[in-house]
């Protein structure tokens, strides 16, 4: 099993970044997918990115190609969301999740194991 916790979440101004962080404990961090989804008040939850265990593969929705890098650091069991070019539509809690298969990672159904989420609010 792994357990994840994000941080990094915070209030940021329209055109600002913020870097989520996902920190994992348990076992064999680097044997896991990792992927990120956000859920905005009133709406279904939604895939950002997701990247392979190994670092070498990632994934993003099409929207946020470009503005959001998902990178992970297996050394500290820890993956990253950058967000650049912050827009109040991103506003959101930001959720980790780890999967043991690399296959439609969009599809939230593939992950097993989820944190608590944390909240990003972009002003306008």
């Known amino acids: 099993q792994v357990q994840l916790v994000e941080s990094g979440g915070g209030l940021v101004q329209a055109g600002g970044s913020l870097r989520l962080s996902c920190a994992a404990s348990g076992r064999a961090f680097s044997s896991y997918a990792m992927g990120w989804f956000r859920q905005a008040p009133g709406k279904e939850r939604e895939f950002v990115a997701s990247i392979h265990w190994d670092g070498r593969n990632t994934d993003y929705t099409d929207s946020m190609k470009g503005r959001f890098t998902i990178s992970r650091d297996n050394s500290k069991n820890t993956v990253y969301l950058q967000m650049n070019s912050l827009k109040p539509e991103d506003t959101a809690v930001y959720y980790c999740?780890?999967?043991?298969?690399?296959?439609?990672?969009?599809?939230?159904?593939?992950?097993?194991?989820w944190g608590r989420g944390t909240q990003v609010t972009v002003s306008s």
């Open positions: 999740a780890a999967s043991t298969v690399w296959r439609a990672m969009s599809d939230d159904r593939r992950y097993g194991y």
